[in-house]
């Protein structure tokens, strides 16, 4: 099973930006769809960016022309650029394979250890 580890994270004031990195274990990850998500204290883990193999990324509404996800898969390395943060971005943010079904996005894989955010003047 594909093995992740994120880092990048960080304390940034409002209006400020992180760029997040994703590190996958093996060369499989340039076939797979790859998302970023993130779980915020008392709040359940939620999707924020998925790029497909071939480029096609998808964001949530929450985060919509301010975070770019993007990929390297000669590196095997996607990242998260989050731009304009806000205090509502605050979380741990992981990456992980992604399915759409029943609507959304959903993780598929094992979970990292994430990156932390923090977002406060």
């Known amino acids: 099973q594909v093995q992740l580890v994120e880092s990048g994270g960080g304390l940034v004031q409002p209006g400020g930006s992180l760029r997040l990195s994703c590190v996958a274990s093996e060369s499989a990850f340039s076939i797979n769809t790859m998302g970023w998500y993130r779980q915020a204290p008392g709040k359940e883990r939620e999707w924020v960016a998925v790029?497909?193999?071939?480029?096609?990324?998808y964001y949530a509404d929450s985060v919509k022309g301010r975070f770019t996800i993007s990929r390297d898969n000669a590196k095997n390395l996607v990242y998260l650029q989050m731009n304009s943060l806000k205090v509502e971005d605050a979380a741990v943010y992981y990456c992980?394979?992604?399915?759409?079904?029943?609507?959304?996005?959903?993780?598929?894989?094992?979970w990292g250890q994430g990156t932390q955010v923090n977002v406060s003047s």
């Open positions: 992980n394979t992604a399915k759409f079904w029943g609507g959304t996005w959903h993780a598929s894989g094992s």
């Open positions: 790029i497909t193999s071939g480029g096609v990324t």
